[in-house]
């Protein structure tokens, strides 16, 4: 049995790169740490929320790589000449990607409580109607 493919449809032009964003979002780490919601806060706008306690904004990177969304998050163990009973608190790294669609911008990141806030907003592309001429082979 072949696999169907966006590209090979003979309707749909040029979406081998929608094609490439899904593989690559379902090829993405799902340990579910740390735990995050998404938020629609507008008709174009969106919001991420991470779950980062522990986490200082120094240990926080957030980058836009090829419209994908990068949050990585790495503590530094300060556990040196401490004496723990119990660690329950892992000081563990984290990388979180999100995949964006055309036109999604990265906005502000606000560290509030715990909690990473990051804003999305979404820009309407101008609708544009062209006419093509046709010249004589």
Known sequence: MTKMTLGAHPYMLGFEQLERL???SAKAGNDGYPP????QTSARSYRITLAVAGFREEDL???LEDSQLVIRGRQSDDGEGRHFLHRGIAARQFQRSFVLADGVEVGDAIMENGLLHVDLTRVEPEKVVQTIAIKKG
Do not use: D, G, H, Q
Not at 36 to 39: C, D, G, K, L, S
């Open 61 to 63: 990177a957030i980058t």
């Open 22 to 24: 899904l593989e690559r």
């Open 36 to 39: 995050f919601n998404i938020e």
